[in-house]
Nanobody, 128 residues
Framework: QVQLVESGGGLVQAGGSLRLSCTASGGTFSSYTMGWFRQAPGKEREFVAGIRWSVGFTYYGDSVKGRFTISRDNNKKTVYLQMNSLKPEDTAVYYC?????????????????????WGQGTQVTVSS
């Protein structure tokens, strides 16, 4: 399995943008479907976006469609989350995660239990 470290969080005004990064070490990054989740205080962890190990297929949670974009650079072992048009309700700790199974075919993973490796999280705060 891979070890993951997120970065790029911070404080931004509503309507602004941030780009989160998640860099992997260990394992074979390019063989894993990757995901971003978020968790606000008192709420369950919510799926945000996923990108399959075979580059090009992406999928999103309903609350971020059209505003967030997930991408990956396998050479840099990094997955990104570009967040535009941010809203106060996007405030949360954001986590990246890697699939438990390499080369999983047709993976559309949206629940935390699907993922085997997690980063420590990065705080995103959107002020109104």
């Amino acid at each position: 399995q891979v070890q993951l470290v997120e970065s790029g969080g911070g404080l931004v005004q509503a309507g602004g943008s941030l780009r989160l990064s998640c860099t992997a070490s260990g394992g074979t990054f390019s063989s894993y479907t990757m995901g971003w989740f978020r968790q606000a205080p008192g709420k369950e962890r919510e799926f945000v976006a996923g990108i399959r190990w075979s580059v090009g297929f992406t999928y999103y949670g309903d609350s971020v469609k059209g505003r967030f974009t997930i991408s990956r650079d396998n050479n840099k072992k990094t997955v990104y989350l570009q967040m535009n048009s941010l809203k106060p309700e996007d405030t949360a700790v954001y986590y990246c995660a890697a699939d438990q199974v390499p080369f999983r075919p047709k993976a559309v993973l949206t629940t935390p239990s699907d993922f085997g490796s997690w980063g420590q999280g990065t705080q995103v705060t959107v002020s109104s």
